[in-house]
């Protein structure tokens, strides 16, 4: 596959998101337990919940590998050349519109239009990880919104 390095950052993208909403949910759930609702409740030695601090340390690691992997990745792309890859690049990694990607490439807008019409036709799976843009969306919003909750306990 031609941009198989946008597929690989793309999906790392969603692990590290998914993994940092994990880690919020847990957070939330050890901060009941321990100050919470839930905090005069005995637990069971073999339930999820009396394993939640190894759970969260595990997703805390697993988030730094990821996110190292991303950093990895990224100098990769950066030392990709081609006017496509940096088409690719700008778009799609650096969220650019195509009258950004002009001004910082030094091409005119209908040439990078038309250069990424064309690589758009070799990027299926770009669709379906847009299809998606929502989904991810609103997860961010959720943690945002429980990290500004000066009762929640904060993920950031």
Request: proline share 0%; hydrophobic share 35%; with cysteine.
């Amino acid at each position: 596959m031609r941009f198989q390095w946008l597929k690989n950052y793309q999906d790392l993208e969603e692990q590290i998101l998914f993994m940092k909403w994990n880690l919020n949910k847990s957070k939330l759930e050890l901060d009941r337990w321990v100050n919470g609702d839930l905090a005069n409740v005995r637990l069971e030695k073999n339930s999820r919940s009396s394993s939640l601090e190894e759970s969260i340390e595990i997703i805390e690691r697993e988030i730094s590998v990821l996110e190292c992997e991303k950093a990895e990745l990224l100098e990769l792309i950066d030392s990709f050349s081609g006017t496509d890859n940096k088409i690719v690049k700008l778009k799609y990694i650096e969220d650019m519109d195509v009258y950004d990607i002009a001004d910082e490439t030094g091409y005119s807008v209908s040439y990078i239009r038309k250069r990424h019409t064309e690589i758009r036709k070799t990027l299926s799976f770009v669709d379906e990880y847009e299809s998606r843009r929502e989904e991810r969306l609103k997860k961010q919003e959720e943690m945002d919104y429980y990290s500004a909750d000066q009762d929640q306990l904060s993920l950031f």
